[in-house]
């Protein structure tokens, strides 16, 4: 059961805009919320973190909100750029007495146009 | 450079036929992990490990094994590959478990079992 969603698989938006990618999740003990991007032919990197006790992170052009009452977070880009196009990849991790878990959501697409 | 490795980065083999994925990162890291990667399912991991001799499943751990006798060295063995576990494969590693760290991601390795 996917406990970690990205509903669209894909996103087009043009550049100089904002992209707003989305994920929502089922697991109230996820404690830590990560994005990463992944270009083709290429392992996914880093991009921004937040922790459950946040509501906000930003990190230059990205900014990712938690919003823990609905069990939604989100990423913005701003602006968007040409080279953000790339899949996305919304990751939660929990920490409970039972163990540890990291889960992916499937990936959104993003197109960046000129 | 900091960096994970993965060999082989491409690899056809055929039922039953066992094989064994390399993964190497030279930033000291605690943590490392496998993930496999199939369109519409995102990132799944397999296995990971915290340290040098602790192992754990993942979400998808049938049919794979791995090993951490070394720090830097966290290979996947195939001991029986079946041609659903046709995949693009991704070894990461983090400086701590659990991994609220950024995780490094190799560059993958695609797989196919005929």
């Known amino acids: 059961d996917q406990q970690v969603k990205q509903n669209s698989p894909s996103l087009s938006v043009q550049e100089g805009r904002i992209s707003i990618l989305n994920c929502d999740y089922t697991n109230s003990m996820f404690d830590y919320f990560l994005w990463y991007k992944k270009y083709p032919a290429e392992g996914p990197t880093f991009l921004i973190s937040?922790?459950?006790?946040?509501d906000k992170n930003e990190d230059g052009r990205f900014t990712v909100f938690l919003n823990k009452s609905a069990k939604h977070l989100s990423l913005h880009i701003v602006p968007s750029q040409p080279g953000d196009s790339a899949v996305y990849f919304c990751?939660?991790?929990?920490?409970?007495?039972?163990?540890?878990?990291?889960?992916f959501g499937k990936g959104t697409s993003l197109l960046v146009t000129p | 450079e900091a960096q994970v490795t993965q060999n082989p980065r491409y690899l056809i083999t055929v039922t039953g036929k066992k094989l064994t994925v390399t993964c190497s990162q030279n930033m000291n890291h605690e943590y490392m992990s496998w993930y496999r990667q199939d369109p519409g399912l995102g990132l799944r991991q397999i296995y990971y490990s915290m340290n040098v001799e602790v192992t754990d499943k993942g979400d998808v751990p049938e049919g794979y094994k791995v090993s951490r006798k070394e720090k830097r060295n966290f290979p996947l063995i195939l001991e029986s590959p079946s041609p659903n576990q046709t995949s693009l494969y991704f070894c990461?590693?983090?400086?701590?478990?659990?991994?609220?760290?950024?995780?490094?991601f190799g560059p993958g390795t695609r797989l196919t079992v005929t």
């Open positions: 990461a590693s983090s400086l701590q478990f659990p991994p609220y760290y950024e995780q490094y």
């Open positions: 990751a939660a991790i929990s920490n409970s007495n039972s163990g540890y878990a990291l889960n």
């Open positions: 937040i922790s459950s006790i946040k």
